[in-house]
């Protein structure tokens, strides 16, 4: 298990993780695009009005967002599982098999958005062209097809995992990955009742991003840090459990916060605000668990070359990675976290709910908890396919993390802005009316803000292009060992 | 040796991870069980009796409905059919809504079917908040039926040619780019008069669910004639 890790040449499951990568890679590009669209949209309204509408645009990139992500999360899974349980992924073909399926389905979702757009109110526009429920828009049959993969997905991780080697990482993938794929069902039905609509919509978002998600992005860099920096794997293992413990102890409950104003009681403002004002604790953790773990083992390994008489070497087998995955540990505490508990608690939440604040936490949450991950695990696979022992930063891959971040930074601070500006006129002053709406909207501050956001954007179009290119030539790039 | 601590025992955090889980899990669906029966959507019969629920019944559209303070809850409320003073509604005093105060159940819920059917096949979420939940780039439709702008005060009744507000309402969302209000304005999605017409009632009903006093304020300084320092 020692050196498989460092080629995924020969394992079937690798390929196919790095298919997934691919694909994913490809929509975080549609993702940032559409993103664009609608970015330019805010600054001047008559751009593809009537042609792509910001509400297709927006619909495309919140959809390619949650879409790469969940293909990038297979991609993962199916990457790790030959290191941890060490044996090759079982049912592989129809795992194979699945992927094609996805992607087929994905692209026609995709093209229905674009080309058809609207349909009557019926059914039948929920079934074959969206349902017009935001992040889950994916038609009906879709919503069918997207469960029969993900099924044939965890039965791949399960099967695999009680064949091979059950590792504390794969047994916390396992359980996570059935509640992942078991909340999805719940977003799946229609009803009239729009209060009761947001309450199970909730279920998928919410326990997504805020549950399961997280407990997936802590079993990663738990995997991470054993690949990268060759962390103790009981000691990364017992994290990890901490972390699941906090993670659903506060997560789950505090599922509570998006019940302030959709016509639920009003005892989830208790609840809400007392367990997602707990949120934060753990992504705390789990920054000082990277920190911890990293100056550990430098630490041990600076002392054994002080011994040799050696010159200090770095323990990190894969810095472009190791960068990202400390992003991930930063970002996911500054966005989820910090961004998260500035309007959590009832209080603020009723001025701040539904303005750009929530936009600015969920860019960074977004971001920060789990783009970076992903981006970390796919430098993982390239390192893995290329025969890597040790890959170097580049300056395609500084550059790109450096554009990416900042520009990710800056949108984040303008929409905060914005946000203050629409809490202050819009709600406050002007009692949330229509034109109370855009006496906010045309507030100077707001309108620097969506300059000052699309052009950020643009700084991560040219970071995302840079990360391709660092992505695309590694496998030539001569800096690498090997 | 010493001995092993129950702090750095992987066992021990595996088993309190998968009961605090567990723990949480069973709170929460607890509370959804609680939480349904409250926001089940309330019946004809229920708007006779003076019953109030969190989300009435479709044929809430018969009545007249406004957001005011509740003295015993410290926060705006929906008040159906006049309000007791207090802040509860008498459910007295109907509205004509399309000219009508005698939508039946049959009727009223078919309307709000076609409208909240309407409301996901036209993407509104996609600009529009709904409950406060959506995109930011047009304005929130939880209690959009109240606005001012729609009423016999606002632009839009003018401005569409209608006598009505629920007429203002249809005419605009089947021509929305006819009238435009701003620089950023609502493309035309092909929203026929029917469905325009289940879109108004779906929104009117939506500004009866009680949604804990969001958005605070609605409305109140214009409505206290402060609006631009007049």
């Known amino acids: 298990m020692a050196s498989n890790h460092l080629t995924g040449i020969g394992s079937e499951s690798k390929q196919l993780a790095t298919w997934y990568f691919t694909f994913a890679a490809i929509l975080f590009g549609a993702q940032l695009l559409f993103g664009l669209v609608a970015a330019i949209q805010y600054v001047m309204p008559g751009f593809l009005f009537e042609i792509v509408d910001f509400s297709v645009a927006r619909m495309l990139h919140i959809n390619a967002l949650v879409v790469w992500m969940v293909f990038a999360m297979f991609g993962s899974v199916y990457w790790l599982l030959p290191d941890e349980t060490g044996i090759e992924t079982v049912g592989i073909k129809v795992g194979k098999l699945l992927y094609w399926i996805f992607v087929a389905a994905i692209v026609v979702v995709v093209l229905v958005y674009l080309l058809i757009q609207v349909g009557p109110a019926d059914e039948m526009s929920i079934w074959f062209i969206h349902e017009g429920r935001e992040y889950i828009e994916a038609p009906r049959w879709a919503d069918w097809g997207i469960t029969v993969v993900a099924l044939g997905f965890v039965a791949n991780l399960f099967l695999t995992g009680m064949k091979g080697n059950r590792s504390g990482i794969v047994t916390v993938l396992m359980a996570d990955m059935i509640a992942f794929a078991g909340l999805y069902l719940t977003g799946m039905f229609f009803t009239d009742n729009i209060s009761v609509d947001q309450y199970w919509w909730w279920w998928v978002i919410h326990l997504w991003v805020e549950a399961t998600w997280e407990v997936f992005v802590g079993a990663l860099a738990a995997y991470g840090l054993i690949q990268m920096i060759g962390a103790h794997r009981k000691v990364v293992e017992m994290w990890l459990w901490i972390e699941v413990a906090m993670l659903f102890g506060s997560g789950i409950l505090g599922l509570g916060h998006h019940y302030f104003w959709i016509g639920t009681p009003e005892y989830w403002w208790e609840i809400g605000a007392l367990f997602s004002a707990l949120e934060p604790l753990p992504l705390v953790a789990m920054f000082i668990h990277v920190m911890y773990d990293w100056g550990k083992e430098q630490g041990k390994q600076n002392a054994d070359s002080l011994a040799a008489g050696e010159d200090d070497i770095s323990v990190i087998k894969n810095s472009p990675a190791f960068i990202w995955f400390w992003m991930n540990a930063f970002g996911n505490f500054l966005g989820a976290g910090v961004w998260g508990f500035f309007h959590t608690l009832p209080q603020v939440n009723l001025y701040t709910h539904g303005t750009q604040f929530t936009s600015a936490h969920g860019h960074l949450a977004f971001f920060g908890a789990y783009a970076t991950i992903l981006i970390g695990m796919m430098y993982l696979a390239i390192q893995g396919t290329n025969g890597i022992k040790v890959m170097k930063n580049t300056k395609a891959s500084i550059w790109s993390v450096s554009l990416l971040v900042g520009g990710m930074l800056g949108m984040t601070v303008a929409l905060t802005i914005a946000g203050y500006v629409q809490v202050l006129i819009s709600r406050a002053q002007m009692g949330a009316t229509w034109a109370g709406y855009f006496d906010g909207q045309s507030g100077m501050w707001f309108v620097q803000a969506m300059d000052w956001r699309l052009i950020s954007g643009m700084v991560m179009f040219v970071g995302f292009s840079l990360l391709i290119k660092d992505f695309l030539t590694t496998g030539k790039n001569p800096v690498h060992q090997r | 040796m010493a001995k092993k601590s129950v702090w750095s025992d992987n066992r021990f ?96 819920g078919a309307l709000l079917h076609l409208g909240k059917l309407g409301s996901q096949t036209k993407n509104c979420m996609n600009c529009h908040t709904l409950l406060g939940n959506g995109a930011y780039y047009a304005p929130d439709l939880t209690k959009s039926w109240l606005d001012p702008a729609w009423g016999p005060e606002g632009s839009m009744q003018a401005m569409t040619g209608k006598d009505t507000k629920e007429e203002a309402m249809a005419e605009f969302l089947q021509h929305p780019s006819t009238y435009p209000t701003h620089a950023r304005m609502m493309p035309d999605l092909g929203i026929t008069a029917e469905e325009a017409k289940g879109l108004v009632a779906f929104l009117k009903h939506m500004s009866s669910i009680d949604t804990n006093g969001f958005p605070r304020n609605f409305g109140r300084m214009e409505n206290a004639g402060v609006r631009n320092g007049k």
Request: aromatic share 12%; proline share 3%; hydrophobic share 35%.
């Open chain 2, 13 to 108: 955090w595996q088993r309190s991870a998968a009961w605090i889980t567990g723990f949480a899990s069973v709170l929460l669906i607890w509370l959804t069980f609680d939480t349904a029966g409250q926001i089940s959507m309330g019946t004809d019969a229920d708007l006779q009796n003076g019953v109030t629920k969190r989300v009435p019944g479709p044929t809430v559209i018969n009545y007249k409905i406004t957001y005011e303070m509740s003295s015993t809850r410290g926060h705006e409320v929906p008040v159906v059919g006049g309000n007791d003073g207090s802040g509860k509604s008498l459910f007295q005093e109907k509205e004509k809504f399309f000219g009508r105060d005698d939508w039946s159940e049959e009727e009223a």
